[in-house]
């Protein structure tokens, strides 16, 4: 039987940062939008990528985490593409609706399942306890090369449940999620301030569509990687405008 913990006011103000002289995104009809499209790549070979490989000891709850050791793969490369990236608009005030706003993480096996996903801010995002072994989720807000605790929940059994709002303040687009039970425990979540966000494809490609017309700032984001500086882009209506090439360096945030 599933048990939801219920936070108190100390730990849901915990769990939340709040938002700093952000904008409300206004959804607005948008008739022949316009779109953009483009690439991520990372400069270096898949062996450079295999070395932000860590590799963690289990030391504990090894009758469902397994023995030996858990390989975590912090940058993965496909054929010179960078995968788990988003690629996003900057400072949109009006435009489509959400397609998503929530997301879900379940721990499993103990590992953080998916490893990497999305949602939106002021969205809410779900952490499940699918093993028979307690689990402490630890979310932190990325700031530059910084990491401010979010939340640190125990999930103590099976099936326990935690659901709360993410806000994030201006300077910060994604999450650090770890588990104080199990070092080898790791997960990103970008969180977008507007709908106008893509990630990649397993060769790097994006599409963004649906756009205003206009002029915009296009950034990516990648958990673990610096990255790049953002592009200007021209939107034209019922064009596709194609972004010149996000590279990445292999440079650790």
């Keep these: 039987m599933k048990k939801t913990i219920v936070l108190s006011?100390?730990?849901?103000?915990?769990?939340?940062?709040?938002?700093?002289?952000?904008?409300?995104?206004?959804?607005v009809d948008v008739t022949n939008g316009g779109s953009i499209t483009g690439k991520v790549i990372f400069l270096g070979s898949e062996a450079d990528a295999q070395k932000h490989k860590k590799v963690y000891t289990i030391t504990k709850d090894t009758d469902i985490c397994g023995t030996g050791s858990r390989e975590v793969e912090y940058v993965k490369v496909n054929k010179g593409a960078l995968n788990d990236v988003v690629v996003y608009l900057d400072k949109v005030k009006?435009?489509?609706?959400?397609?998503?706003?929530?997301?879900?993480i379940d721990q499993k096996g103990c590992e953080f399942l998916p490893f990497f996903t999305v949602m939106a801010n002021k969205g809410k995002l779900t952490a499940i306890n699918s093993d028979p072994v307690a689990h402490n989720i630890h979310t932190y807000a990325i700031i530059g090369k910084a990491k401010k605790t979010m939340a640190n929940v125990s999930q103590p059994v099976q099936g326990s449940q935690v659901t709360k709002t993410v806000k994030l303040k201006k300077r910060s687009t994604g999450l650090k999620v770890e588990c104080d039970q199990h070092d080898f425990m790791h997960s990103f979540v970008f969180v977008a301030k507007n709908p106008y966000y893509a990630r990649v494809a397993k060769d790097g490609s994006y599409t963004i569509k649906g756009i205003p017309p206009g002029k915009y700032k296009v950034k990516v984001w990648?958990?673990?990687?610096?990255?790049?500086?953002?592009?200007?882009?021209?939107?034209?209506?019922?064009?596709?405008?194609?972004?010149k090439t996000f590279k990445y360096k292999n440079k650790k945030k």
């Design 94 to 104: 009006k435009g489509k609706a959400w397609d998503k706003k929530n997301t879900t």
């Design 9 to 27: 006011a100390i730990m849901a103000t915990a769990f939340c940062l709040p938002a700093v002289n952000a904008a409300r995104y206004k959804v």
């Design 222 to 243: 990648h958990g673990y990687l610096k990255d790049p500086r953002a592009k200007q882009v021209t939107v034209k209506a019922g064009k596709t405008k194609t972004v």
